[in-house]
């Protein structure tokens, strides 16, 4: 099923919201110290985030694109965060002490510099992502998962309704009833899925991740439910929407 289904997904993207009359502006070739990464998706906090980079290269050259980010590295002394740049098409690695400005368009927020952004996903000594909402470190990567999971089939179709964000808002009030306890950041779960705008590899570890052994006891019917309701929240059921959906729910009742 799971095969099945990376054929009829593979290579979709979800591109980040950017604010009305963004417009992209590149160099002539990216600097060679833009190295492309190797292509493997994990589930670090920082996997699916969207955002638009400000950025110069050892050239002086500046750029501003928007990106879906991937995981942070480090490299002797820098540190990198490895995106998929939606203005290039391609996979790049950026150094965080070369990004001059990040924005998210949803909340509004803007990072000078941009390496403020993303402190907020280095990882916690116990080996957890950062952004852990007051849950454990597995559960914690099981929200992360699910989230992505749900904000891929939200906005796969290139946008985001009203109704479907409160589908999403509606999860996480769910999640929140089940599996957490007073130290919950459900503000800061609602605001992380916003932002969200996860590729189809992203996507795919995720959904992996909620159907093996050792995620949360429940967790696969409970998303299943929330993916069925955004299936239906915009009132309209376009055929190959509708059939990847229908895909998801199979992949999830496995």
Same mark, same amino acid.
């Given at each position: 099923m799971l095969d099945e289904l990376w054929r009829l997904i593979e290579g979709r993207r979800v591109i980040p919201a950017a604010p009305t009359g963004f417009s992209p502006k590149l160099p002539s070739e990216d600097?060679?110290?833009?190295?492309? $990464?190797?292509?493997? *998706?994990?589930?670090?906090?920082?996997?699916?985030? +969207?955002? =638009?980079? /400000?950025?110069?290269? %050892? @050239?002086?050259?500046?750029?501003? @694109? !928007?990106?879906?980010? !991937?995981?942070? %590295?480090?490299?002797?002394?820098?540190?990198?965060?490895?995106?998929?740049?939606?203005? #290039?098409? %391609?996979?790049? /690695?950026?150094?965080?002490? #070369?990004?001059?400005?990040? &924005?998210? *368009?949803? /909340?509004g927020e803007l990072f000078t510099p941009g390496s403020l952004f993303f402190d907020h996903f280095v990882g916690t000594e116990d080996g957890g992502a950062a952004v852990g909402f007051g849950l454990s470190v597995r559960l914690a990567a099981d929200l992360r998962a699910a989230l992505n999971v749900l904000a891929f089939l939200a906005k796969a179709d290139g946008r985001i309704v009203p109704e479907e964000r409160d589908v999403m808002q509606l999860f996480c009030q769910a999640f929140a009833l089940r599996y957490a306890?007073?130290?919950?950041?459900? $503000?800061?779960?609602?605001?992380? &899925?916003?932002?969200?705008?996860?590729?189809?590899?992203?996507?795919?570890?995720?959904?992996?991740?909620? /159907?093996? @052994? +050792?995620? &949360?006891?429940?967790? %696969?019917?409970?998303? #299943? !439910?929330? &993916? +069925?309701?955004? =299936?239906? *929240?915009?009132?309209?059921?376009?055929?190959?929407?509708f059939y990847f959906g229908m895909k998801v729910q199979e992949a999830l009742s496995g």
């Open positions: 600097d060679f110290d833009l190295i492309e $990464d190797d292509g493997d *998706a994990d589930l670090e906090g920082i996997a699916g985030v +969207g955002c =638009i980079l /400000t950025y110069e290269d %050892s @050239r002086g050259a500046l750029s501003i @694109r !928007r990106v879906t980010c !991937r995981k942070l %590295s480090h490299h002797k002394d820098a540190r990198y965060v490895q995106a998929w740049c939606h203005e #290039r098409q %391609s996979l790049r /690695t950026f150094r965080l002490d #070369r990004i001059t400005e990040t &924005a998210c *368009a949803v /909340t306890n007073g130290d919950f950041d459900f $503000d800061g779960v609602c605001q992380h &899925a916003q932002r969200l705008a996860p590729d189809a590899e992203i996507f795919f570890v995720s959904l992996q991740r909620l /159907t093996q @052994r +050792g995620a &949360a006891d429940g967790i %696969s019917k409970l998303v #299943r !439910r929330y &993916a +069925g309701d955004l =299936i239906e *929240a915009d009132g309209e059921q376009h055929p190959k929407e």
